[in-house]
């Protein structure tokens, strides 16, 4: 319960201190947080080491 799976493609070139993840909020056509949605520091990004940004082949990084 610490990962978040997302798009490498979006943490490329990132480090973890740049990213905060988003927890609760399932509504993003709403404008603003859902009662209950938080923000949490990244503490490492896990790219996938086959990730091909030409291609997006294996474009997932999981975050902690």
């Not at 609760?24 to 990004?45: F, N, P, R």
């Amino acid at each position: 319960n610490q990962y978040v799976m997302t798009a490498a493609h979006c943490t490329a070139g990132s480090s973890a201190s740049q990213i905060k993840v988003l927890l609760g909020e399932h509504s993003l056509s709403i404008g603003s947080a859902v009662d209950g949605a938080y923000k949490v520091s990244v503490a490492q990004i896990i790219q996938d080491s086959a990730y091909n940004a030409n291609t997006l082949n294996r474009d997932f990084s999981i975050l902690k």
